[in-house]
């Protein structure tokens, strides 16, 4: 008695679309597809999670190298600012014994000399203050001498070598008399 009823016409049709064993065998495979489906998902959501972390960190970091190199850059920048303002290069030149020049002659294409020249003489009236670069203050000195003054010796009509301050040279340098 434990028989089937014999389908006929749609009913019949729909009943060979079904398989004929157990619902069982036909569930695992789907839920093992589900499971590794999402499993994977999860792990794949995870890498790419720490990978954007990491990229963030790496960010971060070169943020702040381009902070400090700017930073940097900028110092630097003021430095060369402050070394070629004109009263910097002035003290410059005057601390190696410059003195500004005399009148200027130009010479004409044709031979003729067009003004009168004149010598470079010191102006006696003008005292530049020593001021030492930032790194002097800051860094170990490397002249170890007598201070250098500035200010301009009283012009007397020959120079005295013994009270001058010798000309500083470097070992490359050669001089020539000039």
Known sequence: MNRKPELRGRAARLARLFPTGSGQAARAPFVLLVVVLLGGGLIGLLVLNSALSEGSFQLDDLQKDTKSLTDEEQALQ???????????L???????????????????????????PGTATEQSSL???LIRPPEALTGPQLFTGPPVSTAPPASTGTPDPATEPAPRSTPTSTTDGR
Request: no cysteine; charged share 25%; glycine share 12%.
């Open 78 to 88: 003021r430095d060369v600012d402050a070394y070629s303002a004109p009263d910097a």
């Open 90 to 116: 002035q003290r410059r030149a005057r601390e190696l014994g410059m003195v500004p020049g005399g009148d200027p002659a130009f010479l004409n294409p044709d031979g003729t000399v067009l003004g009168v």
């Open 127 to 129: 005292s530049v203050p």
